[in-house]
Each structure stands twice: as C-alpha cells, then as structure tokens.
C-alpha cells in the first residue's frame, strides 16, 4: 500500500497571524523524517503520520501551542515503532492517549510557567498509518473524514467537542443548522488552558486502495459543506499530475468565507 498526501494553509482573510499547524511524518525504528506539502510513498517499511492542530490563546500563543502539539508528535510516536519492533505490546489507543495527555502536560506547564502563555490551548486531530490501517486520536473541532472508495460519499469520523457538535450527532441539529450554530466554536475539550482532564477519540479504519482521508481546521469547514468537499476531493475529471488537492480545497474555502485560518491534509490510499 502506498500513500499519496498533500497539505496547504492559509492565514484567511481576517486574522494577521496563522494559529493552525499541520505535520506529514514518516517513521521507522531507525529514522524520522518530516514530509514536504505534497508526496507519495509506500507503508511497506514505514509507518506515517499527519496531523492538523488549531491553536488558541492571546498574543502569538495560540500559534506557539499547535506548533508544540505537532513538534510532540515527531518525538512520541516513533517510539511506538520502535516498541512494536523489539515485540513489545503496545495498542495504537494507548499510545495515541499517551501521546495526548504528553502535548496537554507540555501546554498546561508552560501556560502556568510564562504570561505570554497563559491559557494557551489546541485542538489536534492525529491520522497514523500502518499497512492496511489508519488509526486517529482526535480533541477539539478540527475535523478528521473519511472517503471510502467501495461505498462512496463522505464521512466524518471525528467529533465535534462542542455542545452543537453533540447535537449534530444525536439528529438534533442539520449540517446547515450547526454550520450556522452562534455557538458551534465554543469547545469543551481540548489541549492545555484550563482543561484538567484529557479524553481523546481514538479509532481505527481498515483502509485500501481508492480510499481518502481529510483533516482540516475549522476554518475549511465553515467554507466548505460536506458535498462539496466530497466534489473537490472526486472531481469528475482527473487530478492533474502534480496538482494539490489540499491546496484547492482550502483556496476555495477561504473564498467562501475565510474568516479564520485554514488547513488541510488529503491523505489518499493508491
């Protein structure tokens, strides 16, 4: 199984500074490398990572917070491989919990340590890829969705650590009715600031060839419904060679609304 994955972010069109991170990384029991915005490579020797982080806080502490929550990620998920390697056991739930609750300590110490800092807090919605399988950790409001290629549509996996979000589950609210919610942003979960425990999702998918998978900030779904993410990500016509599909999906977003920072992984099984 190879991977195909391609990432972009954009300020938006309000905010002066970018609070969103994002991170492609490939990892074996020898070797870290961090991945450019757009690539392809096989799982045959090596395990994979992407993640989309959205930060907040005063100052430029929002920005300083998904950063540390992606930088977190280049140190602790490699040593899973490592482990699995040496035939230790350890499940992808407890390393991603692990791995959480390490980038909330991270954050809520240096929020009490340093005024600049304080309060600082982050979403991080976390896909890792194994031959034949995606497992996700996931807190805040990022979003992680998921393509199939057998069954068609688009489905989000992740979700929402908001009050509207657990309406939009429970049938409660429409997609319509919770994009347009006066409180849909208002977290009750999330890394860091004032948050005393950390509950991530954690999950796993079988995946093959044909299938996609997205992560994205906030700022793509309040430009972007669910259909017409679906449209951008299987156009009718082919990709062209070396075109991004992240890219395209978060230039449109911005153009639809663009209020606040934008970001995207597309992560394609071929």
Same mark, same amino acid.
């Given at each position: 199984?190879?991977?195909?994955?391609?990432?972009?972010?954009?300020?938006?069109?309000?905010?002066?500074?970018?609070?969103?991170?994002?991170?492609?990384?490939?990892?074996?029991?020898?070797?870290?490398?961090?991945?450019?915005?757009?690539?392809?490579?096989?799982?045959?020797?090596?395990?994979f990572?992407?993640?989309?982080?959205?930060?907040?806080?005063?100052?430029?502490?929002?920005?300083?917070?998904?950063?540390?929550?992606?930088?977190?990620?280049? /140190?602790?998920?490699?040593?899973?491989?490592? #482990?699995? +390697?040496? %035939?230790?056991?350890?499940? $992808?739930? !407890?390393?991603? &919990?692990?791995?959480?609750a390490?980038?909330h300590?991270?954050?809520?110490?240096?929020?009490?340590?340093?005024?600049?800092?304080?309060?600082?807090?982050?979403?991080?919605?976390?896909?890792?890829?194994t031959?034949?399988?995606?497992?996700?950790?996931?807190?805040?409001?990022?979003?992680?969705?998921?393509?199939?290629?057998?069954?068609?549509?688009?489905?989000?996996?992740?979700?929402?650590?908001?009050?509207?979000?657990?309406?939009?589950?429970?049938?409660?609210?429409?997609?319509?009715?919770?994009? /347009?919610?006066?409180?849909?942003?208002?977290? #009750?979960? +999330?890394l %860091?600031?004032?948050?005393? $425990?950390? !509950?991530p999702? &954690?999950?796993?998918?079988?995946?093959?060839?044909?299938?996609?998978?997205?992560?994205?900030?906030?700022?793509?779904?309040?430009?972007?419904?669910?259909?017409?993410?679906?449209?951008?990500?299987?156009?009718?016509?082919p990709?062209?060679a070396?075109?991004?599909?992240?890219?395209?999906?978060?230039?449109?977003?911005?153009?639809?609304?663009?209020?606040?920072?934008?970001?995207?992984?597309?992560?394609?099984?071929?």
């Open positions: 199984m190879s991977l195909h994955w391609s990432g972009w972010t954009d300020v938006g069109k309000v905010r002066k500074n970018n609070e969103d991170s994002f991170l492609g990384l490939k990892f074996d029991a020898r070797e870290v490398q961090r991945l450019g915005k757009i690539g392809t490579a096989s799982t045959a020797h090596a395990d990572a992407f993640a989309v982080s959205d930060g907040m806080g005063g100052a430029l502490a929002g920005e300083y917070a998904s950063q540390i929550a992606v930088e977190k990620i280049t /140190t602790l998920l490699p040593k899973s491989f490592g #482990q699995r +390697a040496a %035939g230790l056991d350890a499940g $992808f739930d !407890d390393v991603l &919990v692990e791995l959480f390490q980038v300590r991270a954050l809520a110490y240096l929020g009490q340590s340093y005024e600049e800092c304080h309060g600082m807090e982050t979403t991080l919605s976390l896909c890792w890829f031959p034949g399988w995606m497992y996700f950790g996931h807190i805040g409001d990022s979003r992680i969705y998921y393509l199939p290629a057998r069954e068609g549509g688009i489905k989000q996996i992740s979700h929402d650590d908001t009050h509207v979000g657990w309406l939009f589950r429970n049938g409660q609210l429409n997609e319509r009715e919770a994009r /347009t919610h006066p409180r849909r942003n208002v977290l #009750q979960k +999330a %860091g600031g004032g948050n005393q $425990f950390v !509950d999702q &954690v999950g796993a998918v079988g995946c093959e060839p044909g299938d996609i998978f997205l992560i994205c900030s906030d700022g793509l779904t309040e430009g972007l419904y669910n259909h017409h993410a679906l449209d951008l990500l299987r156009p009718v016509q990709a062209k070396g075109e991004n599909p992240a890219q395209r999906l978060v230039l449109e977003a911005v153009k639809n609304d663009g209020r606040d920072n934008t970001t995207a992984m597309v992560i394609q099984v071929v």
